[in-house]
């Protein structure tokens, strides 16, 4: 079971370029969410899902593009990318409201460092 | 608005110590779940432990427990046997039944000592 799985890892981009981080989950997961962690700091909400089809915007969506055409999978893009951009970035699913163990728990993929020179 | 607030940016304890995170949130809601995440230096978020808000006993797990006082809005964590591997920054968050979104705190970085 591989859970919340981000490619890539590491990404240098230049400004003005675009890329999408891709994100994919294999626990049915009705949930999905992209966050970034700045240096040093929490997390913020860029976009999340609710299924597939269906997106909404967090804290911090300027910049970002969001698709869930499938249960599985949720790629951010990003377009023209800019120095304030660069973070890491999380990927992460749950599946709400079952009242069983695990519920309502986030499970993160292992983060996508992301720098924009 | 729900926020979650972590008063204490930084906190050193030496190995086999307790220390205790502090945690408060603000919400209307009634039903609700709290989590605390670890982050190692590997980035990897790590769930610790989890409270439902319905459940009167606090949450433990092994060497983690919480101290949950709804009407304060108050979730601590505490760390018993504090060992290396615990050093790490740890999230505070929250979120309700009728909402899909986690809440963070700014978190709260953890160093344990030999």
């Known amino acids: 079971n591989a859970g919340v799985t981000q490619t890539p890892k590491f990404r240098i981009l230049k400004i003005g370029q675009s890329m999408t981080l891709q994100c994919t989950q294999d626990m049915n997961h009705n949930y999905m969410y992209w966050y970034r962690q700045d240096p040093g700091m929490g997390l913020k909400l860029i976009y999340y899902s609710v299924g597939a089809g269906i997106t909404d915007k967090g804290e911090v969506p300027n910049g970002y593009n969001v698709s869930r055409s499938t249960t599985e999978d949720f790629p951010l893009r990003l377009e023209l990318a800019a120095p304030s951009q660069t973070s890491v970035y999380f990927c992460?699913?749950?599946?709400?409201?079952?009242?069983?163990?695990?519920?309502?728990?986030?499970?993160f993929g292992a983060g996508s460092r992301l720098t924009v020179l | 608005a729900q926020t979650v607030t972590q008063s204490q940016p930084e906190m050193s304890v030496q190995e086999a110590e307790t220390v205790t995170l502090s945690c408060t949130y603000d919400?209307?809601?009634?039903?609700?779940?709290l989590f605390w995440y670890k982050q190692p230096p590997s980035r990897q978020m790590i769930l610790v432990i989890r409270q439902e808000a319905y459940k009167q006993q606090n949450a433990t797990e092994n060497r983690f427990s919480v101290n949950f006082q709804k009407a304060a809005k108050s979730f601590s964590l505490k760390i018993s046997d504090s060992q290396l591997g615990d050093t790490a920054m740890y999230f505070c968050a929250f979120k309700t039944d009728s909402w899909g979104k986690f809440q963070f705190g700014a978190g709260t970085q953890v160093v344990v000592t030999p």
């Open positions: 919400t209307s809601e009634n039903n609700y779940y």
């Open positions: 992460a699913s749950s599946y709400p409201n079952r009242p069983d163990i695990g519920a309502n728990v986030l499970t």
